[in-house]
Nanobody
Framework: QVQLVESGGGSVQAGGSLRLSCAAS????????MAWFRQAPGKERERVAV???????????FYASSTGGRFIISRDNAKNTLYLQGNTLIPEDTAMYYC??????????????????WGQGTQVTVSS
């Protein structure tokens, strides 16, 4: 069973930055896609960013419109780690953040995809 472990969450003042990390027990290089989701209390889960592997070392990224260009998803194959860099954070970014990845060929990183593997989550709190 693949395990994903997030780290890097915490509390930050509005305007600050955080970098979340997600280490996997399986190689990200063989995955189809990787993503970050978040869920705030009383709100639906939202996919913040997704990275699709095109083949080889190339990939395509997509971001939720709510991120306003303030988040960057990236990966380090050598460290087998997925990252989410959040800049100019606002209180509305407060949520539990989850990483997810899919190792099924030709599959997706949609939140309802049952073949997704999930991390346990890391809390991000942005104070005004």
């Amino acid at each position: 069973q693949v395990q994903l472990v997030e780290s890097g969450g915490g509390s930050v003042q509005a305007g600050g930055s955080l970098r979340l990390s997600c280490a996997a027990s399986a190689s990200y290089a063989s995955s189809t896609c990787m993503a970050w989701f978040r869920q705030a209390p009383g709100k639906e889960r939202e996919r913040v960013a997704v990275l699709y592997i095109n083949g080889g070392r190339t990939y395509t990224t997509f971001y939720a419109s709510s991120t306003g260009g303030r988040f960057i998803i990236s990966r380090d194959n050598a460290k087998n780690t997925l990252y989410l860099q959040g800049n100019t954070l606002i209180p509305e970014d407060t949520a539990m953040y989850y990483c997810a990845a899919n190792w099924e060929p030709d599959s997706t990183c949609d939140g309802d995809n049952k073949s997704l593997r999930w991390g346990q989550g890391t809390q991000v709190t942005v104070s005004s």
